[in-house]
């Protein structure tokens, strides 16, 4: 029954991992095209601040899964 738990706290650090990438993937494409978006500069770096914030709230649920994942590793199912 306890199984369940550490199998979804992967799932969501994997997928914290990923947002992760494609946050800074995204990031690099804006940046790369910051010539063209030099008049569009307050959107930009408003949206360059949100995936900023994205990538901190990837890290977090990363850690925060392997957190509870190392805690139920101290439970033994008989």
Same mark, same amino acid.
Request: aromatic residues 4%; contains cysteine; positive net charge.
């Given at each position: 029954?306890?199984?369940?738990? /550490?199998?979804?706290?992967?799932? $969501? ?6 947002? +992760?990438? @494609? #946050? ?17 500069? /307050?959107?930009?770096?408003?949206? $360059? ?6 990538? +901190?709230? @990837? #890290? ?19």
């Amino acid at each position: 029954m306890g199984r369940g738990f /550490p199998v979804v706290a992967d799932e $969501v650090r994997v997928l914290a991992v990923k947002t +992760q990438s @494609s #946050n800074e993937h995204i990031k690099q494409i804006i940046l790369s095209c910051r010539s063209n978006l030099m008049m569009r500069r /307050p959107k930009c770096h408003r949206n $360059v601040c949100g995936i900023e914030e994205s990538s +901190q709230a @990837s #890290n977090f649920l990363s850690e925060l899964a392997e957190q509870q994942s190392a805690m139920l590793k101290e439970f033994r199912l008989n």
